[in-house]
């Protein structure tokens, strides 16, 4: 599956969850259900996925969790909170980064349209 295959699934999904449930929920339910969905449309999906970093030459285990990973490609970060701060966007590109994944997406079901939530990244 390609990668725009892949984004696209997860924000279809998203915004579906997003309209039935609507905001105001704790990110950890947008994330149980977003991985129940994506699971049901056959695709890889790994939660709270522990992410080591290199740092002079040693590994440093559990130095992050990234919500969700789809077929090993695609970094999710799900918020839930009014309005998203830049700094959500920096650590979303640092996270692809360490993590070696070419695209990450940030979601926020916070927001009362979740389009207005959503922000692509690419390393």
Known sequence: MELNEITGAVLEMSMEIHRELGPGLLESV????????LRIASLDVQSEVSI???WKGHQIDQSFRADL????????????????????????????????LPIGL????????LKDGIHRLIN
């Open 30 to 37: 947008y994330q149980r259900v977003l991985s129940y969905e």
């Open 69 to 100: 990973i789809v077929n090993k490609q695609v970094l999710v970060e799900l918020k839930s909170v009014d309005k998203t701060a830049p700094v959500y966007r920096k650590q979303v590109l640092t996270y692809i980064k360490l993590a070696k």
């Open 106 to 113: 940030l979601i926020n079901f916070g927001e009362e349209l």
């Open 52 to 54: 080591p970093i290199q």
